[in-house]
């Protein structure tokens, strides 16, 4: 990491002076070799970074000294062509922020999504109007789907990355304007059932991924993450595996996020504000929601309206019974934020990219959502408010407890499913003697009952062993904190 040193103002004005026309050079040229480069340019740009800076102390004379660190960051002060500037007003840098679920399955409808190239097309023109600084976006499950969409908005985030990840890939992607410096990828231990193949959460391997972003001289840790689906909240199967995310990824928030000037993390979380997992994220990284945070604890009826990001009523993609059971919807996809080195002020956190204009359909079954900070670099606070971890991890520890008694009774009924299976291939053995005409049928019969048993096996030793010791892990790790 750069180590900055603190010039006087009169000294930081000399030197974009002395450095604008070198500095300016060197933008133009990055913009044209960024155009024609969808993917991550962050190396690209640094290279050039660095021989214009050694361009600069050439000409500079007295500057030569100068620690370089600096001057790479006056490089990235407010003049960039390619729409990467920044947006200063009275000393406070204005960072404005987005998260979208894309509902991007790249299969036929109804196997897919309905009308996805449209509404990806759409997407990348509003994304170049809009004009954030940074998005994450979830569900873009074909790298093909995101380079695409990529180069369509390259000119003003030039900056990108996929997390790669699973059969399927994660579908997590980061867009940004500011050079994305390192990146960082944890995938959740536990992502659902193997043989659950009508729902794909396993396959799709969910992550958070985090982007280290340079944002002239802050480095804002940008994180975007989808953890698994409720589907049926009456009957919830994957509530352990959804409580071991969230703690998971509260604990790479935690332990990643030390020294960082801005902390945002963003997504679809397919958690609810009441929810468990909801408040273990909140406890445990001392993080704050950005709606809450502008809208209140308990906003009125319409403010909760408009909160809302899947299911709505203005959503063409949200199904019918899911409205009369719902009516306004469900929050699911979250800002959320906290101070590091520097002091950010949040003032603006609304739903946005819902309906596209001009069109009968949405951007995506999710609403997106927006957040804009003011960001004074003088300033240094923390956050402060948050909920107490004990009694939230209690509950929590009880629930994976619970899983994992799931997790063994489950490998005791696949493996003796397993060996009756097996008894049944001998015995039809059998009726081969005594039937002949049957023996055609029978083998078909045994064919496919070993294909079942085979399964049985790998999913009884090996997938829900794998699964208790998740389980096991998650609530070890989460005793551990009670302990501190």
Known sequence: ????????????HQLIRGFGRSAEAMESSSVRSRRGDSGSSTGAAAAEKNQAAARVE????????????????????????NGAQLNVSAGRIQFRVATLNCWAIPYIWPFGSANRVLRLERLSDQLMKEQYDVIGLQELWSEADFLDLAARVVTIYPYSHYFHSGFTGSGVSVLSKHPIVSTLMNRYSLNGFAHHIHRGDWFGGKVVGMAELEVGEMRVHFYSTHLHAEYNRQNDLY????????????????????????????GDFNLEPDDLGYRIILSNTHLLDAWRELHGY???????????????????????????????????????????????????CETTLNRI???????????????????????????????????????????????????????????????????CICGSLAL?????????YLS????F?????????????????????????????MEKLLND
């Open 1 to 12: 990491r750069p180590v900055y040193f603190t010039f006087s103002n009169t000294i930081y």
């Open 58 to 81: 050439k000409e500079g004379g007295a500057t030569a000294a100068m620690d370089q660190s600096f001057i790479l960051a006056a490089l990235d002060s407010p003049s960039d062509e």
């Open 239 to 266: 509530l352990p595996h959804r409580l071991a995310q969230s703690f998971e990824l509260s604990q790479f928030v935690r332990h990643t996020s030390r020294g960082a000037d801005l902390v945002i993390l963003t």
């Open 298 to 348: 308990t906003p009125d009826a319409t403010a909760f309206a408009d909160g809302m990001t899947c299911d709505r009523p203005d959503n063409c993609y949200t199904k019918k019974s899911m409205l009369e059971k719902l009516g306004d919807g469900k929050r699911l996809d979250y800002i959320m934020y906290k101070n590091g080195r520097m002091h950010a002020e949040l003032t603006r």
């Open 357 to 423: 204009p001009g069109e009968d359909i949405n951007f995506s079954d999710h609403a997106g959502v927006e957040a804009t900070f003011e960001i004074d670099a003088t300033e240094r606070q923390l956050s402060t408010s948050w909920e107490h971890n004990r009694p939230l991890i209690h509950d929590a520890i009880q629930i994976l407890g619970e899983g994992e008694a799931r997790a063994s009774f489950d490998r005791k009924l696949f493996i003796g499913l397993a060996i009756i299976l097996l008894l």
């Open 432 to 440: 081969d003697v005594h039937f002949e005409y049957l023996s055609p």
């Open 444 to 447: 078909v019969f045994r064919f």
């Open 449 to 477: 009952i070993a294909l079942f048993i085979a399964f049985c096996l790998w999913y009884g030793f090996l997938g829900l062993k794998m699964e208790q010791k998740a389980l096991k892990g998650a609530k070890h790790s």
